[in-house]
């Protein structure tokens, strides 16, 4: 029987980012799926990345809290959805993303992309979202929201005041690594 599920084991905490990349780095398989460790889209997200991403005709699909689908079952803390919407005007502002809600916790990406994008992707925080559809639109891939029911999502372990200062720094990064193509993908073949 086939793999289904492997645990990967970094050395040291060094960031969301960082931990998603490792998992990326040794997944298998045409498609690949991550969400947050506590599941709160459910596994019906999990099974529409992969079916949307199977069809082929998407390079990489995200959860969107934002549509008018998806079901909000834990209402966020009023100081979380501020920083949520500031964070969304940074992420346009700064970085040039129209994605309303780059920092859903679930997102897919097909096998090839993902081999392609490991390379120059270097944020290793929370910001390593906003850098993978950064590093998307720069090589003109297709992103798709999906809507998603978020049953419980008041857990963060992001820090607003700590964490904000280095996502602002990451975008900042993001930006400059853009404006000089270190983006840039070889041509790649679904």
Do not use: W
């Not at 949520?84 to 990406?109: E, H, M, P, W």
């Not at 798709?144 to 963060?156: E, F, R, T, W, Y």
């Amino acid at each position: 029987m086939p793999e289904t599920a492997r645990v990967v084991q970094v050395d040291r905490n060094r960031g969301k980012g960082n931990a998603v990349r490792a998992g990326l780095d040794v997944a298998l398989g045409r498609v690949r799926v991550f969400t947050d460790v506590d599941l709160p889209y459910g596994t019906s997200s999990i099974l529409e990345c992969y079916e949307r991403l199977n069809e082929g005709s998407v390079d990489v699909v995200y959860g969107d809290r934002s549509l008018p689908e998806s079901k909000v079952l834990s209402r966020l803390r009023k100081r979380r959805r501020l920083s949520s919407v500031a964070f969304r005007g940074a992420v346009f502002t700064i970085v040039g993303l129209r994605q309303a809600d780059t920092q859903c916790g679930i997102k897919g990406i097909r096998a090839d992309v993902a081999t392609a994008m490991l390379p120059v992707l270097k944020i290793d925080g929370f910001a390593f979202d906003v850098e993978m559809f950064r590093c998307a639109k720069d090589n003109g891939l297709t992103t798709m929201p999906i809507a998603v029911h978020l049953a419980n999502g008041d857990d963060s372990t992001v820090r607003l005041i700590r964490d904000s200062t280095t996502m602002l720094r990451d975008l900042l990064t993001i930006r400059g690594r853009s404006a000089l193509g270190k983006y840039r993908l070889p041509p790649i073949r679904p």
